[in-house]
């Protein structure tokens, strides 16, 4: 495989491409722009790939919504506000279990807020619908990760039909550097939800008697944790003989890995857990690791949104101490890292 | 397979959907066709017709349909939507499909109220009309869906019609489908009974219709 020169844009959208999407609706917003404009520029020339640049995020989610129904891998990307529109589709396909991709490039928030990063939308991509947020999301955390979390997300999309969401940011889509592009799984190839030939099917989303909706959740809520266990993904790096072992996920756990190696020539023993998969969390991971080391130190760029994630996956019985540096919509340098780790470990 | 009405007795959509379903079978083209519903009273038809149908959510039914039809340029892309999801909380859509002219065909029951939420204004509730949002009286404006999209694409097959007219609701649906096999928006709106809501039955029901037709003309646009 040879090296490419390449932005975290071009990569992702490559990666989409490679995954079998035929077709792209996407809204304007920074900073995900680009893949649609990536997208539209590969559609030039390729004439399987088809876009449509729509009024609103509403209607690229919804647009995606129908053409995976008619059995084409289709997907949108958005941010910040956009995020908080796509909610309206991403709820229909967490009801009619459509396997919807949404790349999402975090900004930050409350509002239109900032423009190019932050981990804020966590909570958004997971449990922004009316319902109990059964979606698979996964959170990369280098530009190589950018292709094969592509490539994961829509086969896992497609497996398991769960809407699923790769969250991303700003900083990381529009880093630039040479990059070997390689995913060695086949590309899944899924059930198309509605037949033409003598299939008359009828699919609702709404349902007129409680115990049937009941029932439908239960039937999600078993497959979401059968699927679980096949998909859940965490990294761990030096974590053997760890006292103090970091959180943190996307591009923050590659800045907390840098300030890792630093740290260790000092003599502090700390690693850190990466949770790749955000949703399923890596839960067993988590209590394994929680059980035997000294601390805990949550490193995001939010107030608590990964946080809270692991505090309601912790097994209640193991006490563990948990400190953190959360700065909402701001970046997260090594050296900060390596200022918080050194300050608690005196 | 029967269908099996979950509508009001005297509701206007039964009849529009068989007529509507008549044409796909005459023509042969049940299979590839596909009906997307809006939510409202429209989502009540979700299993009534042995063609494939899916529900989407309120407003949303154009732009999921604009996506279908993308994957799948040889169907039959129907979206179904009552007045307020077609031309209140859907009209964004609505407008740039007819735009972008979309080859699908948008079907409006408009029966001049909020009809599942149980009557409340609707952008085609009429002037003076009392509903349970405009206790004193409409004094809004009322939506002219199919005259404002006229003015938006040129290549459209846009009507309005009536449920009280069969043939001509039948013809309208027809030339519809034809714009839509030729790659063109179509949009047909069909002013629609509500006995529940109206609180009128039997004759008046017609009535009501022929006082709508002051508000909403027929024809083609």
Known sequence: MKKQFLTGHQIVTQACIDAGAKHMFGYPITPGTEILTNWIDAAQTNPELTQLQTEDEIAAGFAVCGAVMAGNKAFTATAGPGTVLMQDAMSMADGMRLPVVVIIAQRGGPSSGTVIYSQQEVNLAIHGGNGEGMRIVYSPSTVEELYTHTRKVFNAAWKYRFPSVLLTDGFLLKTTQDVELSFDTKNEKGDITIFEQNKKQHIRNIYTVEEELYEELQRQKKDFDKMALEITESEEYKIEDADIVIISHGIVGAAAKAAIDILRESGISVGLFRPITLSPFPTDALNTLAGRVKKFVIIESSMGQLRDLVKQELDTSIAIKIDGLYKPAVGISVEEIVEKINLISK | ?221
């Not at chain 2, 039964?14 to 007529?19: D, E, G, S, Y």
């Not at chain 2, 204004?121 to 404006?141: L, Y």
């Not at chain 2, 069969?166 to 928006?185: C, P, R, T």
């Open chain 2, 1 to 221: 397979m029967t269908a099996i009405s979950t509508f009001c007795p005297g509701c206007g959509q039964p009849a529009i959907l068989r007529v509507m379903h008549g044409i796909l079978k005459e023509k042969k083209v049940e299979e590839k066709a596909v009906l997307g519903l809006d939510i409202g009273c429209s989502l009540l038809a979700w299993d009534y017709l042995p063609i494939n149908t899916f529900q989407t959510h309120h407003g949303r039914v154009v732009a999921t349909m604009v996506g279908y039809k993308k994957a799948k340029p040889d169907s039959v892309s129907i979206a179904y939507a009552g007045d307020g999801g077609a031309y209140a909380i859907g009209f964004q859509s609505l407008l740039w499909a007819a735009i972008r002219d979309e080859p699908v065909t948008v079907i409006v029951n408009n029966n001049a109220v909020y009809a599942m939420t149980g009557g409340q204004t609707a952008p085609t509730t009429m002037i003076g009309q009392k509903t349970s949002t405009s206790p004193a009286g409409s004094d809004q404006m009322p939506v002219n869906g199919p005259e404002l999209i006229r003015n938006l694409n040129k290549d459209a097959y846009i009507a309005r019609t009536t449920m009280t007219d069969m043939k001509e609701l039948k013809g309208h649906l027809e030339k519809a489908f034809e714009a839509q096999a030729q790659g063109h928006f179509s949009l047909v709106e069909v002013l629609s009974f509500c006995p529940t809501n109206w609180k009128v039955m039997g004759a008046e029901l017609r009535a009501y219709v022929e006082r709508m037709q002051e508000t909403f003309p027929l024809g083609t646009f």
